[in-house]
């Protein structure tokens, strides 16, 4: 069966975007495909956390993901930290890796601008993801747009290694959601909406209350010329919410546009959030039973111990053709 990696960091609450860029495909996956799904601790702490609130984003993390309708018995659900094969795979990742190409990353490039101090597993982080990737074997990586880059990477990574010492890796295939792969910002809709983003209004968070999402379905930003439709140069606002619209339904974009032809945004922007508050619906009160009880914390442990296998026959086939 082929096999599949993707993890999510949990450094916030999930949004809209991981849900749509993410989660749905996941649960679609892991009936046809080896699925290994992570919470990559270890990544979050490339940025400064605090001790509390990470452990509880750990756990909410894990939350949402079986509230979203990850199997346990269809997928491997696991926290990064919990397999140490992945720190050593990143370690001698990073010893074949180059400078200058971790700092071509985009998204490093973002979050070290302006910024005094930068942690230097910012900068090697790339390879800890491409060693999250190997290790299993992967041959899809299921990820939003904003993971292309990576994704590059871990490739080149692969095949040095492969060309370097011995065949070891598979070289994984990217798959980006037809629609959803990249949701934007609320508030800034040439941003990608990220549930780091220090303005609460720019991101829908997976556990918002009813309420909260229409007021920030109201404030978000569109335009002035009163019209539904798709147009991301010209229209981004209006058409990241005819995206969200569209990848909550199923309904597609064009179909949207006849609907609302004549009519106005408030009209639009209220059945948009109707759409996510139904969507979130059942996942919030899956979310309220799995938090309160004690099945997660046995899920996890699970977990870690059936993605150790498959980890750890990797890893030390690699440590063997590096000569560890
Ligand atoms: P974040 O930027 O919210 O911290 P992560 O880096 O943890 O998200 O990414 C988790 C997954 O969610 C990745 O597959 C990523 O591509 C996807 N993702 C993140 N933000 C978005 C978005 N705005 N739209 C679509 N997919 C997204
Ligand atoms: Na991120």
């Known amino acids: 069966m082929e096999k599949i990696f993707s993890g999510i960091q949990p450094s916030g609450t999930l949004t809209l975007g991981n849900y749509l860029g993410a989660i749905k495909q996941f649960v679609e996956l892991q009936n046809d495909y080896e699925c290994y799904f992570c919470i990559v601790d270890e990544h979050a702490i490339t940025v400064p956390q605090d001790r509390l609130k990470l452990r509880n984003n750990i756990r909410s993390l894990a939350a949402l993901y079986l509230a979203s309708g990850i199997n346990p018995e269809k997928a491997t659900l696991f926290i990064q930290s919990e397999v140490p094969a992945h720190t050593q795979l990143g370690w001698m990742l990073q010893s074949i890796g180059y400078v200058g190409e971790l700092e071509r990353m985009t998204q490093y490039k973002d979050k070290s601008s302006g910024k005094e101090a930068v942690s230097s597993a910012l900068l090697t982080y790339p390879a800890l993801m491409a060693a999250d ?32 010492y011995n065949d070891i890796f598979t070289i994984p295939e990217i798959r980006i959601p037809k629609v959803g792969a990249r949701i934007m910002s609320l508030q800034d809709p040439t941003k990608k909406m990220s549930k780091s983003d220090e303005n609460e209004k720019g991101f829908i968070s997976m556990l918002d209350e009813p309420k909260r ?49 004549g009519k106005g945004y408030g009209e639009f922007k209220q059945d948009v959030a109707n759409a996510v508050i139904a969507l979130l619906a059942p996942i919030q009160e899956k979310y309220q039973e799995l938090i309160e009880s004690d099945v997660l914390d046995d899920i996890l442990d699970q977990g870690a111990e059936k993605a150790s296998f498959p980890a750890n026959k990797t890893l030390n086939k690699a440590k063997k053709a590096m000569g560890l």
Not at 142 to 151: A, E, F, M, R, S
Not at 234 to 240: D, H, V
Request: aromatic fraction near 6%; glycine fraction near 4%; proline fraction near 2%.
């Open 213 to 261: 999402i229409e007021k920030k379905m109201k404030s978000a930003v569109t335009d002035s010329e009163g019209i539904v439709k798709y147009d991301k140069e010209n229209k981004p606002g209006i058409s990241n919410l005819l995206t969200i619209y569209s990848s909550c339904t199923g309904e597609s974009i064009t179909n949207l546009e006849a609907k609302y032809e």
């Open 133 to 164: 990737i190997l290790l299993y074997q992967s041959n899809i990586v299921p990820v939003g747009d904003d993971q292309k880059q990576h994704l590059e990477l871990t490739r080149d990574l692969a095949q040095r290694f492969n060309n370097r």
